[in-house]
């Protein structure tokens, strides 16, 4: 299978910002193999190669990232940072952009996320790169009709009572329908919608939360 970061084995000037779509794990794999391969960047020991792992992405997180790459690197060569995160919120997002805006000279940012649900302004500021595999799976949540989205969400929580699936699945599902209101006019149109979708989530990442119940309220509210 081809590596998610081939095409960029011919670059001689990376650029300063990659938000990687798929997999975030096996991605990572693949990103840390190009770094040692292509960038002779040791991923191990290295104080100049930074990874955060978050199931949310806070703003806190992205301010953290604002003041440590404006630091002058230890090694002398470049600096990198990997994002393996579920999800940026908006205000995340917002702080990223300040970094992205004026990027700091020899720093690199790997944003892995499973589903594409940036804010336009911030993939204006970007690289994108989206595994084949996500987008031959990804289909459209929103031209369902009322009863294909709850057969839909029924199916996949039976799943996950059967232990076919998880909890992340059902997360992803509101970050895919959230790539898709953003894609559609975001919250100039859809702010309602939006604000659904993330009180859903914050509700998911809570032990003992209804699924099935907070999957169908996004469902009747989209």
Do not use: W
């Amino acid at each position: 299978m081809m590596s998610l970061f081939t095409s960029l084995r011919e670059e001689n000037n990376l650029h300063h910002a990659y938000v990687c779509i798929g997999d975030t794990s096996a991605t990572h794999k693949e990103l840390e193999a190009f770094l040692v391969e292509h960038m002779a960047l040791s991923t191990v020991g290295n104080p100049d190669y930074r990874v955060f792992e978050e199931t949310n992405m806070t703003i806190d997180t992205a301010r953290e990232l604002g003041v440590l790459q404006a630091q002058k690197n230890m090694t002398g060569n470049k600096q990198v940072f990997v994002l393996k995160v579920g999800y940026i919120g908006e205000e995340a997002q917002n702080a990223l952009l300040k970094i992205f805006e004026e990027p700091t000279s020899d720093t690199h940012f790997f944003v892995l996320l499973p589903q594409d649900t940036l804010l336009p302004t911030l993939r204006s500021r970007v690289r994108m790169l989206i595994s084949a595999y996500t987008e031959t799976q990804t289909f459209s949540f929103l031209s369902l009709s009322v009863p294909e989205r709850l057969g839909y969400i029924k199916k996949m929580t039976d799943n996950i009572g059967d232990e076919k699936q998880t909890k992340q699945d059902a997360i992803n599902l509101i970050n895919q329908i959230e790539g898709e209101l953003y894609a559609d006019g975001g919250v100039s149109i859809h702010a309602s919608a939006l604000a659904v979708c993330e009180k859903a989530r914050t509700a998911l990442f809570s032990r003992g939360a209804m699924t099935k119940m907070l999957l169908e309220h996004v469902a009747l509210s989209i």
